[in-house]
T-cell receptor, first 112, second 115 residues
Framework: QQQVKQSPQSLIVQKGGIPIINCAYE??????FPWYQQFPGKGPALLIA?????SEKKEGRFTISFNKSAKQFSLHIMDSQPGDSATYFC???????????FGQGTRLTINP | NAGVTQTPKFQVLKTGQSMTLQCAQD?????MYWYRQDPGMGLRLIYY???????DKGEVPNGYNVSRLNKREFSLRLESAAPSQTSVYFC??????????????FGPGTRLTVL
């Protein structure tokens, strides 16, 4: 049973566009929602994270939007660049970042 | 400061062979994890160690064993490899105990193929 469902599986956007990756969860006890970025041949690295007490968090060109009532959260990348091409994973956990449940991943390609 | 290191980077096994994947971190982190990554499945937790001397099963523990050798090292053992264990394995660690919202740091991964 996939506790965190991520879509789309793959996404192609032109440079400067705004890719949006969505995640949905069922367990209302989740209280930590990070996004990880993974480049080919590398391990995932934390990109940005949000707690459910806020509806939006922005770090540079990356923004998380969080909708608690809909049990959904999404990642937006402003002014996307070819260097943003990577696989992105959403995740969720309860009571800390100890046991993360990951979404299926989205392979993002930004064309020049 | 090397962060999280994993050995080997690549490995090919025959069905039934055994091997141990090694992981070490030099960040004095308390908790360590083993994940496997498969296409379309995301990362799934195999085993974790909340602190030195403790280990617990994750979502997909069958066919694996772990050892938390000391605070720095956490190994994953496949006793009798099966083709279904073909995957990329990642080790991760996190500072702080239960309830902390710190970042999980991941190693570079081990790509394992079981023939």
């Amino acid at each position: 049973q996939q506790q965190v469902k991520q879509s789309p599986q793959s996404l192609i956007v032109q440079k400067g566009g705004i890719p949006i990756i969505n995640c949905a969860y069922e367990n209302t006890a989740f209280d930590y929602f990070p996004w990880y970025q993974q480049f080919p041949g590398k391990g995932p690295a934390l990109l940005i994270a949000i707690r459910p007490d806020v509806s939006e968090k922005k770090e540079g060109r990356f923004t998380i939007s969080f909708n608690k009532s809909a049990k959904q959260f999404s990642l937006h990348i402003m002014d996307s660049q070819p260097g943003d091409s990577a696989t992105y994973f959403c995740a969720a956990s309860i009571g800390g970042a100890q046991k993360l449940v990951f979404g299926q991943g989205t392979r993002l390609t930004i064309n020049p | 400061n090397a962060g999280v290191t994993q050995t080997p980077k690549f490995q090919v096994l025959k069905t039934g062979q055994s091997m141990t994947l090694q992981c070490a971190q030099d960040m004095n982190h308390n908790s360590m994890y083993w994940y496997r990554q498969d296409p379309g499945m995301g990362l799934r937790l195999i085993y974790y160690s909340a602190s030195e001397g403790t280990t617990d099963k994750g979502e997909v523990p069958n066919g694996y064993n772990v050892s938390r050798l000391n605070k720095r090292e956490f190994s994953l053992r496949l006793e009798s490899a099966a083709p279904s264990q073909t995957s990329v394995y990642f080790c991760a660690s996190i500072r702080g105990g239960s309830g902390s919202y710190n970042e999980q740091f991941f190693g570079p991964g081990t790509r394992l193929t079981v023939l």
